[in-house]
């Protein structure tokens, strides 16, 4: 747990990195944190062994649920708990994503190139994800909190507000220069 899993890899746990992290501010809770992380994620974290699904959410959430076919049932509670931030495969076109992100969440942040996550001892994995990432964010404060890491630059991406959700369209990344 805590964060995606690759049929491929020689383990199922894979970090979010550290700086995605550091620029969303700070958590309440992580329901799907590693056992034995090396960084903190939020205030309280869950385990596999508590089964953060089961558990109540309460504050501000990060989720970077188990990636896979039950990946949905996270984002459902999250889109239903509607105060947190998801990292998730942008993965567009699936069901899952149209049930709980295009008709549920306020704003997306693509993240430009791949993302290298970290093994659970910390290191940067060699290979990238292997498949572009998401920031999705549910609840107003973290539709700003994307706004903002992705006009300071914090973290690099398309970042989009869902009409669905009474917002306007997609906002390309600005050029540095005309960021003064």
């Known amino acids: 747990m805590g964060s995606h899993q690759s049929a491929r890899a020689k383990t199922t746990t894979w970090l979010t990195p550290p700086e995605i992290i550091k620029s969303l501010g700070k958590f309440d809770l992580d329901p799907c944190a590693a056992e034995n992380q090396p960084w ?3 205030e309280k974290q869950y385990t596999i062994a508590d ?3 089961e558990k109540p959410w309460e504050g501000r959430v990060w989720l970077n649920p188990p990636y ?3 990946a ?3 984002l459902e509670k999250l889109s239903r708990h509607n105060d947190g931030i998801a990292l998730i495969f942008a993965r567009t076109e699936t069901k899952m994503f149209f049930d709980w992100v295009w008709n549920k969440a306020q704003a997306l942040l693509f993240i430009e190139g791949r993302l290298h996550f970290h093994r659970i001892d910390g290191t940067r994995a060699k290979a990238n994800a292997g498949a ?3 920031l999705v964010a549910y609840g107003n404060r973290n539709e700003a909190w994307l706004e903002d890491v992705w006009f300071d630059n914090s973290i690099n991406g398309a970042y989009i507000k869902n ?3 009474g917002h306007h369209g997609l906002h390309p990344h600005p050029p540095k220069e005309q960021m003064i």
Request: aromatic share 6%; hydrophobic share 35%; no cysteine.
């Open 68 to 70: 896979g076919l039950e």
């Open 163 to 165: 009409r669905r959700m």
């Open 132 to 134: 572009p990432s998401v």
């Open 51 to 53: 089964n953060g699904l």
């Open 72 to 74: 949905g049932r996270w």
């Open 40 to 42: 903190k994620t939020a």
